[in-house]
């Protein structure tokens, strides 16, 4: 028996994609924990670019991928993507996994722009919107908690009853919304000359109810109890790998609340997630080689003048030059991410939160040719230098300036399959992240083709 977790270390869109993929190789079964459609993750194989948003990674190597309860599935989104497959994937999905329907986007819509309009753009601290990718994942957990939610036992159930359920929730958004004087509308985002650009389409009850009965119709017919699935594979003597979502700063407890998700992002939280007992596991960090972020909220090192959405005209030139090489822009919303240099104050925390037991550093090689390399080792907050990272007190971080340690640049990484034969650079910068996180640093990526990995006495399971 084995069991894997595969967690973004800090603010997701860490490269979890090309990691996961290499784990799967020898899983008999993966599983999705959490979050929604909010979140994509990019493979590259064989030099084509897949990008999912819903399904778990596995399919892509033709294993059993399960959608765990901790899940909120916007139906036609997985309809889509499962139609890109022509349907022929072996998924399942949990009955009591709740959906996310278009009224959820236009509450999570109404309430950004809501909040943005009243902070007046100020989002750096615990002000103005979060910058969410609209997607609704917020208002659908929010409905779960609150027990007036739809599950997916019920999209694929009785279709009248669902009609009904539908309408009730798309009145109840409706009478939310109003309270902020906006009109119910579908956020429809696209991006037009390189821009993100959000439209506003009017949205009924009835589209809801179509959306609804629809979906669960093409989907029914993959409802699994996916805890017991779990459970009779472990005991079976089966590899099982959990893929999270977005990243460990992004957990609804312990991130920087509230510039966070919906859902709880740690390794641990995972259990819960899918319905399983505390059994042993190896948890996988998935480390950057630096940090980016897509929304407001704090980062220390930020190379972007602190700003959100990002404007080029403040942001450093380390910044531009790391953007365009790894084209860092949100897989589900086209929106450039915020870059900073490595940060191991709060790399520290999130393996402390984690309990990482290896590391997997991605997009190494993007860092070819800066010299030197910045990498922050404490911060000065109020005159005090510090190692600790308060996620929960944004106007500290918003203070805090960052102390770094300067490493020697490198070049180009791409060809390299030994650790042995890595730059000295690239060396002592993996040696600070073992430091700060008490873990190996066992996969090392330099390139986003699956060879391009070195692997350092790491097997999965």
Same mark, same amino acid.
């Given at each position: ?23 799967? %190789? ?47 599935? #916007? ?9 890109e497959?022509?349907? =022929? ?18 509450? &999570?819509?109404?309430? %950004? ?5 009243? /902070? ?21 957990? %929010? ?21 009904? #359920?539908?309408? %009730? ?20 985002? =696209? ?22 009965v ?7 017919k ?7 699935e ?26 920087n ?12 939280? /995972? ?7 505390p ?9 950057? /080689? ?28 380390i ?53 030197p390399? =910045? ?7 109020? !005159? ?20 770094? =340690?300067?490493?020697?640049? @490198? ?5 390299? #399959? ?5 730059p000295? !650079? ?30 350092? &006495?790491?097997?999965? @399971?």
């Open positions: 028996m084995g069991l894997v977790t595969i967690v973004g270390a800090l603010w997701g869109d860490e490269g979890k994609g090309k990691i996961t993929d290499v784990v799967n %190789e020898q899983a008999d079964l993966i599983v999705k924990t959490n979050g929604g459609a909010n979140a994509g993750t990019t493979f590259v194989i064989d030099g084509k670019k897949h990008v999912l948003h819903l399904l778990p990674s596995g399919v892509l190597r033709g294993k059993r991928s399960l959608l765990a309860q901790g899940i909120v599935m #916007r139906p036609e989104q997985l309809c889509k993507e499962l139609e497959f022509d349907w =022929k994937v072996s998924i399942g999905i949990d009955p009591r996994l709740h959906v996310t329907l278009p009224y959820h986007l236009a509450l &999570d819509y109404a309430r %950004e722009k809501a909040a943005d309009l009243k /902070a007046k753009g100020d989002n750096k601290t615990v002000g103005g919107a979060i910058g969410t990718t609209l997607s609704g994942i917020g208002p659908t957990y %929010e409905q779960q908690k609150s027990r007036a939610g739809i599950r997916f036992c019920e999209l694929a159930g009785d279709e009248e009853k669902l009609k009904k #359920r539908v309408e %009730e929730n798309y009145n109840y958004v409706k009478g939310i919304i109003a309270q902020s004087g906006l009109d119910v509308v579908m956020p429809d985002r =696209k991006q037009v000359d390189g821009k993100y650009v959000v439209n506003e389409v009017p949205l009924t009850p009835e589209y809801c109810q179509q959306v609804a629809e979906s669960g119709r093409k989907l029914g993959y409802l699994s109890d996916v805890s017991l779990v459970i009779e594979a472990l005991g079976a003597g089966k590899n099982v790998v959990f893929q999270g979502a977005q990243g460990t700063m992004l957990d609804i407890g312990f991130g609340y509230p510039k966070v998700t919906s859902s709880e992002t740690r390794a641990p939280a /995972a259990y819960a997630a899918v319905g399983i007992p059994v042993p596991m190896r948890v996988i960090g998935i480390v950057k /080689a630096y940090p980016t972020k897509v929304g407001s909220g704090p980062v220390v090192t930020c190379l972007d003048g602190g700003r959100w959405p990002v404007d080029e005209a403040c942001s450093d030139d910044a531009k030059t790391i953007r365009k090489r790894a084209n860092e822009r949100g897989a589900t919303t086209g929106r450039a991410r915020r870059i900073g240099w490595p940060d191991m104050v709060v790399l520290k925390y999130s393996s402390q939160l984690n309990g990482f037991t290896n590391i997997a550093l991605t997009l190494l090689d993007v860092l070819h040719d800066i010299d390399i =910045k990498v922050c080792v404490e911060y000065e907050i109020d !005159g005090k230098r510090t190692d600790a990272y308060p996620s929960w007190d944004l106007d500290a971080l918003a203070r805090a300036k960052p102390v770094y =340690k300067e490493l020697p640049g @490198f070049g180009d990484i791409t060809g390299v #399959r030994e650790y042995g034969q890595l000295d !650079g690239a060396k002592q910068y993996i040696r600070l992240i073992e430091q700060a996180t008490g873990a190996p640093v066992s996969i090392i990526s330099v390139g986003p083709d699956r060879e391009q990995t070195i692997l350092r &006495d790491f097997k999965p @399971f």
